[in-house]
């Protein structure tokens, strides 16, 4: 399996909160994904990162940020949460464009 | 952007038996198709990919075709097996200024009966 490490693993916290989820790859792969995935709608991109402290936007973006600081760690971060925003989050993982991308086990995420 | 549709949205096979998944896909500039299964409480795991320059890939059970012309590729899972109860996404993508994004279908389904 892809050394990808999401954490939490879990988290419950209240509507506008920060919270910050963490993906960590022991890969050294250069591309980055977060996915957010809820029921009906299927796997949606959030952020990617294509190096270090290079990000762009996926469909999803509003409300979301992120940052890589170091090609291992990526951070996905909601400044002021919302209950839209619960739903399960993954973090991927490639070694370049066009490659395989490797997920991790997710992060649930509930927002009271 | 591209416009992954999966069907059937739930499968239910007797063990035994063959499943199968297609989509399709809108961007004609999409050239890699991977398929992932997903179980419960576990994040998408890549069991077979695609380029477009094949038309064809198979690995022991499982196997998926490419119809570049109809923009359509699927998933064949021969002599099914309980373990094989999951869902399972597909994805396109392309080289560009994309940067090779998944854009996911929403899902099969697939129970397997004993």
């Known amino acids: 399996d892809a050394g990808i490490t999401q954490s939490p693993r879990h988290k419950v916290t209240e509507t506008g909160t920060p919270v910050t989820l963490r993906c960590h790859q022991t890969?050294?792969?250069?591309?980055m994904y977060w996915y957010r995935q809820d029921p009906g709608h299927g796997l949606r991109l959030i952020h990617y990162?294509?190096?270090?402290?290079?990000?762009d936007k996926g469909e999803v973006s509003d409300g979301y940020s992120v940052s890589r600081s170091k090609t291992e760690d990526f951070l996905l971060t909601l400044e002021s949460a919302t209950s839209s925003q619960t739903s399960v989050y993954f973090c991927?993982?490639?070694?370049?464009?066009?490659?395989?991308?490797?997920f991790g086990d997710g992060t649930r995420l509930s927002i009271l | 952007g591209e416009n992954v549709e999966q069907h059937p949205s739930t499968l239910s096979v007797q063990e035994g038996d063959s499943a199968v998944i297609k989509c399709t896909y809108s961007?004609?500039?999409?050239?890699?198709f991977p398929w992932y299964k997903q179980e419960l409480g576990k994040g998408p795991q890549l069991i077979i990919d695609?380029?477009?320059?094949?038309g064809e890939k198979k690995d022991q059970r499982i196997a998926v075709t490419l119809n570049k012309t109809a923009k359509h590729f699927s998933l064949h899972i021969t002599e099914t097996q309980p373990e094989d109860s999951a869902v399972y996404f597909c994805?396109?993508?392309?080289?560009?200024?994309?940067?090779?994004?998944?854009?996911f279908g929403r899902g099969t389904q697939l129970t397997v009966w004993p």
């Open positions: 890969e050294n792969h250069r591309y």
């Open positions: 961007d004609s500039a999409s050239n890699y």
């Open positions: 990162s294509y190096g270090v402290k290079d990000t």
């Open positions: 695609i380029r477009s320059n094949v």
């Open positions: 994805a396109a993508s392309k080289k560009g200024s994309t940067l090779g994004r998944l854009y």
């Open positions: 991927a993982i490639s070694e370049s464009e066009n490659q395989p991308q490797h």
